[in-house]
């Protein structure tokens, strides 16, 4: 479900018989046949519409067309598959026609990405993509949970609405998530924070489950997120679409607008979403305070100055407001045991409420960025981007005498980047990379709370520079690459004790990250992976200098300004293929070893304040292991119905202590029957989804290390049902979609809440994108 | 190429001046103005009828971690009443700022409870907020024969006055957000 570039997309021949042109004759035929990405099979059953002519075809078993006959004239076609990411382009005809059409069918059965671009991250890492169309039909979800869908990744949750990506275990500050190629600022540091960024902005979400990203700057220890933006096709004319969703828990819709244009002096899209939501419901009762609403925008500009230069402007921003669970917010350890000792949280109503109260969070994000490219060849190119974000932060906790209108914590973020690449194919199959980067990030705490921040205000400049060579042969793909960091740190906190002053601290840091990776195709499906990756993250803030009550968590946490930089040596071996074209295969091993891994212990000391005594956390080092697969395989039965299943498996060791690791992912099985049909009646790419998910029980944690015993293992299912038309010149795409069909209550290791409520109960999400 | 040379070469130069220019400071923070902090708690009793007051006192001048509080506690006589009076106040504000007034002010949303474990001690509420419901800066201690143990006062943020047993003084099914859990040790002889 890839796109590729236009030229590559369309081999394009026309053939115009001389001396037979009348004008405005219309006796001209498009001809033409389908063909999977990957292997080049002809593809049956693809719809073939001419928009504007209002005719059709549908592939044979060789994957062929015919459509005619047809004027001579601008026409828009639109080329779709059950299953398949369908492709839209503009054709002028002036004679008989005839093209091809790549439609990436192999896609659906795996996730995998089709094409390996030279020299980026996915050369040799194995990564897993969510395009536009399957995003438009999660319009629903955040960025986090529409990525749940991916095996191997998991989601850190605050509730319903919060949501960070887990991926192999690693979250936050050991997750770099890339917005529009720009590593995201911003508090990430947070476990009740979600990244903000819109994915209905993107057209492509990938999941790179890799050992590191040696271009860019930011902390990963392994995999990365990336997500982009929706291209502007080179269409001259007006397009967009437009997207609308209801879901029956929470009562929440959803609108979402996009409009593009190439013009010939420049090219543009803007793009909209609108989301809101009231409270959710768990099987049994609501959850008071969890609606959402959220406003989103994204602009985008694209000037080619000549066949050489080219400049993007992109502009995007996010804003929400996330409603917290009223009966999750308490004030010590006695009100946390009342809470965990009750089946239905305090302050539950029995009446639905979209209203939003304290505690909330307030979350703006901006983000401009500036690229710009000079290809001087297809061989050699240079891009030099600008980037500029701002993230504002505050959250509102339940307080005296009016004060829940202040925020309990306000933070303003501003980072600049600036960053100059170079690629270069070189002879051999060589391709170079390098580049240097420069990033500064200016974190203040606003004094409008009328509490002692929790983490200090600090300014930072980190200066990077990297090299990456690739070799790409017929059957091997070898990467190797190196980067180098240097940080300054300038930190100014208050002090915890009276009478209160600044308290200064300067660090500087260096790392270094490598990385090896290999990628062999022994044949046209089967290939294998192995990655090598050595990486290090210096301590963030909270880390060091955060000291007192962490209200969320009712404990006291201590920094320690001493603590080191973590070093993580991370393998990776994969292995993907099919038999027969029936039976695919996929399968991904991981092994890493973090040293000097920080996390925060609990202390056997219990400190007493006026709002009672207060278990004490302090953050630590320790030498972790984490270790795991996720296996992935899919079975065609026939052309129209096939099965997936999937597991994932993570153990997380603190080889130091010998025991288990906190808030490490349990495993989960997911599996799904699908059963597609090319036509039926007025619609056709009609779909049916019954899909299922067990989270087993995390067993791997001692008592000792929780409040309470993890949650038992749950299973959910869910269904989907999709279906296309094409209605003249719009495209209308409708879904309907199940979730915990069963209305389990069930609570998740991983969801924050789960010491206070249930998880969501059953859910219908209807919905339609209609595009033009 | 030269064309790309000259590009690239002024792009590592811009962000080498960059690095070499003197770093400024992050934003130096703004102490806040930490109204909102309780650091004490005074509880006076004095015996109906008259005689001397008895106080009980916890003080934590730098609020939630960092020192430990000062605790003091009196002694209280057998087969007595006494009216208690509970007041409390923001130290780290100068003067101190009293926060009886700020939970008085928003009786409806605060309650003050009592647990003792020391036999005979009986504590009722003698104020109440707009809808009758107790609040608890106003009581009546009522001791009985000689007994020691401990007395617990908890002050919930809006707890669910309306639930079973809490407007009797029963904490189990009051919810809400504790600000202030304190216990003292008593001693009734």
Redesign the interface.
Known sequence: MWILSKRALLSLTTSIIPGLIFAQQCLWNVTGSVKDMSTGIPISNAHVFVKEASLKDVTDSLGQFTIGPICKGGYHLAISHVGCESQEFFLRISGDTSITVFLDHHGQLLNEVALLDQGEITATQQSHSLHTDHIAQYSDKNLATMLEDISGVRTLKNGSGIAKPVVHGLYGNRLTILNNGIAQGGQQWGADHSPEIDPLLANKITVVKGVGAIEYMGNSLGSVVLVEPKRIRKEPHLHGEGRYFFESNGLGNGLHLALQQSHKLFAWQAVGTLKKSGDKRTADYFLRNTGNEEAHLALQLEKSWSKKWLSRLYFSSFNANFGVLRGSHIGNLTDLKAALERDVPFYTKDKFSDAIGAPYQKVNHHLLKLHTKYSKSDKESLDINYAQQINLRKEFDVRRSGRSDMPAMSLRQVSSFLEAKYRRALAHHWSFKSGVQLNRVDNSNLPETGILPLIPNYLTYEYGAFGIATKSMKKTTIQIGGRYDFEQRKVAAISNDVPRRVIRHDKEYQAISAMAGMRHEFNQTWNMSYNLGFATRNPEVNELYSNGLHQGVSGIEEGDPELLKEVSLKHTWSLKGDIKGKLFFEGLFYYQNIDDYIFINPQDEVRLTIRGAFPVFKYEQTDARLMGFDVTATYQASERMYFKGSYSYLDGYDRKHQMPLVYMPSNHLKGSFNYQIPSLGKFHNVEFQVNSRYVFEQTNLLPSQDFVAPPAGYHLLGLNVSAERQLRKLRLVSFIRMENLGNVAYRDYLNRQRYFADDLGFNLIAGFNLKF | ?R??NS??AL??C??LF??SCE??????????????V????NLTLTPVGGGTPVEFK?K??????????EISVGKLDTNTQYTGSLALYNE?ESPADTISQ??K??AD?HQFFFQSTANGLTVSYDDADGNGKPLGLATTFTTQGASTGTLKI?L???P?KEAAGVSMGDITNA????????TFDVDIE
Not at chain 2, 23 to 35: L, Q
Not at chain 2, 38 to 41: D, E, H, K, V
Not at chain 2, 60 to 69: K, M, V
């Open positions: 190429m064309k790309i590009i690239l792009s590592v811009s962000i960059f690095a770093k400024e400071d992050p934003k130096k923070p703004v102490i806040p103005n930490e109204e909102e309780i650091t004490t708690l916890f934590d001048l730098d609020g939630d971690g960092g020192n430990p509080p780290l700020e939970v002010e928003e949303e908890t919930r943020h809006e669910m919810g809400g957000e504790t600000d202030i859990e304190v």
